[in-house]
């Protein structure tokens, strides 16, 4: 966790503030050197040169959508609804006129599906009357949008700005405390852990790199150790593999 500063102590009016200083949390020491952790993005981004988001999209304001629509859903679940929905309504006021019941039947297939169609068109309503029909591009006003949290905002803010932060997600989070390298007990703490060591040239594509590690080979269930081409750096207590796999550029994503 960050160190907290030392706080001044609320005083009577007239008295004189005496400081006080609050024991300060420690960070959670990490069993990985700053060799080691580079070296695990560096692998990441031979096998991995360009990483993607999976989720379709056609701007700023579609991605929004897509990734507000993808809580507690899948990616390719997400898409199969959004094709339709994006064809019809791509911008804000596009998606008001199609009005909330016929976004509703759109993504009935998602879960959640009703609370997230209202947001919908409420987030819709909001970036019409108060950002000009624009996605914002501050994780502040982001974060005052029905349904967008700092994940979705950083997610928002990465790839379609290009501003470098990293979104924990689910996969985020299991690696952060599975490999013992970025722990904590909630995604922020464990967005903090990660900002603090990832170097900063792989800053850009590291959220897509642990997501894609996590999905696809850092398994929630059982991680698949043997096709892990950091295994032998991996300080995992339930990696079952010390060899990494061949370190090779997987084909491009199609997305």
Avoid at 3 to 17: D, I, L, M, V, Y
Avoid at 35 to 63: A, C, D, M, Y
Wanted: with cysteine; aromatic share 6%.
């Amino acid at each position: 966790m960050p160190r907290a500063s030392a706080a001044q102590a609320k005083t009577p009016a007239g008295a004189t503030p005496v400081s006080v200083r609050r024991p300060k949390p420690r960070r959670a020491r990490i069993p990985y050197s700053a060799e080691e952790i580079h070296e695990i993005f560096r692998r990441f981004s031979i096998q991995r040169p360009e990483p993607k988001g999976e989720l379709e999209h056609v701007n700023p304001f579609t991605l929004l959508v897509a990734v507000a629509l993808s809580a507690q859903a899948t990616d390719a679940g997400v898409n199969k609804a959004t094709r339709a929905l994006f064809a019809l309504a791509d911008t804000p006021a596009k998606m008001l006129a199609l009005g909330e019941e016929r976004v509703r039947d759109l993504i009935k297939t998602i879960g959640l599906y009703r609370n997230k169609a209202k947001n919908v068109i409420v987030l819709s309503q909001k970036l019409v009357d108060e950002f000009g029909g624009e996605v914002p591009l501050s994780r502040e006003e982001l974060v005052t949008l029905p349904g967008v949290g700092r994940k979705t905002a950083n997610v928002v803010m990465s790839m379609a700005f290009g501003v470098p932060t990293l979104a924990v997600d689910t996969h985020v989070f299991r690696i952060g405390n599975r490999l013992r390298i970025a722990p904590g007990k909630t995604p922020d703490e464990v967005e903090a852990a990660f900002l603090r060591i990832i170097p900063e040239e792989y800053l850009f594509h590291a959220h897509h790199w642990l997501i894609l590690h996590g999905r696809y080979c850092c398994k929630a269930r059982k991680p698949e150790c043997e096709r892990c081409v950091i295994a032998d750096i991996c300080k995992s207590l339930e990696k079952t593999c010390d060899v990494p796999a061949p370190l090779v550029e997987l084909p491009a994503q199609v997305v």
